[in-house]
């Protein structure tokens, strides 16, 4: 299989592409956000990703999402050294697949990885022309770049991530907000607002559609 590892520390990068490639895989890796955005996305071919989630420059719960939006389906399984309930939560909320909670054993890395693998991913379309940057939470498109803000990022991430698909505003809310976060309808329609005209400051080739009662889905912007 061709794996793809994000992860700061040297030493457990060097212990994972190790025991990966004697178990026969291929292995990309990357030390930054910024780097797994150019070497992870949809052209490195990955069967699985194995994400950091305390990165230098970004937190692994954004860059994620962000590989989701350029059309990156591989399943995630992230490492972290965060065991509180909460952190764990806003991981499945950033499209995790498993994770492992550091110090690991190898074999149980190796064992979750085979086990990805296997389970698979459906391909999701990129949201083309918008490209979103983790590690500075911006937004790119043909008319320029906006910056947001965390919670905007992480709002227009969970559903560019997920092309097609309505999301459901409770995810939106988990993507945005920690765990047990108390967010009215009204924060976040403002959230929304704001999203929607920083895109078309930029001429995004994409709009968020409100589908009423339900959530939010990423539509071709029409002409």
Known sequence: MRIGICEDDLSI???????????????????????????????ADLDVLVMDIGLPDADGRDVVPALRSAGQHA?????TALSATHELLGAFAA???????????????????QALALRGRPPAAPSDGLVLDPTAHSARAPGGRVLLTPTEFRM???????????VRRRSVVAAGWPDGSQVSE???????????RK?????????IETVRGVGFRMAEREP
């Open 13 to 43: 990068r060097k212990v994972l592409t190790r025991a990966l490639e004697q178990a026969g895989h291929t292995v990309v890796a990357a030390h930054t956000g910024s780097e797994a955005i150019a070497l992870l996305g949809p052209d």
């Open 75 to 79: 399943p995630v399984l992230f490492l």
């Open 156 to 166: 227009l991430a969970s559903i560019t991530s997920r092309p097609g698909d309505v």
């Open 199 to 207: 895109l078309a400051t930029i001429s995004a080739p994409v709009e």
């Open 186 to 196: 009204n924060t976040i329609d403002s959230f929304m607002r704001r999203i929607r």
């Open 95 to 113: 499209g995790a697949d498993d994770y492992v909670v550091k110090p690991f054993e190898i074999k149980e890395v190796l064992a979750r990885v």
